[in-house]
T-cell receptor, first 113, second 111 residues
Framework: ETGVTQSPTHLIKTRGQQVTLRCSSQSGHNTVSWYQQALGQGPQFIFQYYREEENGRGNFPPRFSGLQFPNYSSELNVNALELDDSALYLC????????????FGPGTRLTVL | GIQVEQSPPDLILQEGANSTLRCNFSDSVNNLQWFHQNPWGQLINLFYIPSGTKQNGRLSATTVATERYSLLYISSSQTTDSGVYFCAVGLLTGGGNKLTFGTGTQLKVEL
């Protein structure tokens, strides 16, 4: 157990819909990152939040957006879902005073039909 | 961006055998982590090892940052070691740390 939780566990949506995924970081961790893992590949960095602001972004379009709340929990929002958005979405947290090590949640598996 | 290559891509072992997984990266890093991904998708932290050598039970890891590679050693393998092993590297940027993952090594340990 890493102390990082994600909800929901699984989700099925249809093309064009919008989805919100949630993450609660490990206690004391103020930085949250989101990753997308397609089948058979390694996770790909989407973006990172630190003190409620986006603090780095990977090669993902603007329809991928996020929020971080004062308690350091976070949301990932994806608009206009496409079939290729089907993947495992992973959240990771890191505490600034504890080095660079990141700890991952169990993930949300999104299927877009 | 940083390139991360892992080898071998697939590995089949008999229970009790030893193995070495390799991770090569293309630039200087100040974060390197090894993960084991279980069949349900959970990434389990094995080592945080930007440099040096660490051991945890049957597992050990060595990172030679100046030569841009890291090795993960698994001794006396067990069937529960099966799964995908990822190496991920990162640089500190601003207030955080983006991890770039390799493509993984799929390990299967058989009885």
């Amino acid at each position: 157990e890493t102390g990082v939780t994600q909800s929901p566990t699984h989700l099925i949506k249809t093309r064009g819909q919008q989805v919100t995924l949630r993450c609660s970081s490990q206690s004391g961790h103020n930085t949250v990152s989101w990753y997308q893992q397609a089948l058979g590949q390694g996770p790909q960095f989407i973006f990172q939040y630190y003190r409620e602001e986006e603090n780095g972004r990977g090669n993902f379009p603007p329809r991928f957006s996020g929020l971080q709340f004062p308690n350091y929990s976070s949301e990932l929002n994806v608009n206009a879902l496409e079939l290729d958005d089907s993947a495992l979405y992973l959240c990771a947290s890191r505490g600034g005073g504890q080095g660079n090590e990141q700890f991952f949640g169990p993930g949300t598996r999104l299927t877009v039909l | 961006g940083i390139q991360v290559e892992q080898s071998p891509p697939d590995l089949i072992l008999q229970e009790g055998a030893n193995s070495t997984l390799r991770c090569n990266f293309s630039d200087s890093v100040n974060n390197l982590q090894w993960f084991h991904q279980n069949p349900w998708g959970q990434l389990i932290n094995l080592f945080y090892i930007p440099s040096g050598t660490k051991q945890n039970g049957r597992l050990s890891a060595t990172t030679v940052a100046t030569e841009r590679y890291s090795l993960l050693y698994i001794s006396s393998s067990q069937t529960t070691d099966s799964g995908v092993y990822f190496c991920a590297v990162g640089l500190l940027t601003g207030g955080g740390n983006k991890l770039t993952f390799g493509t993984g090594t799929q390990l299967k340990v058989e009885l």
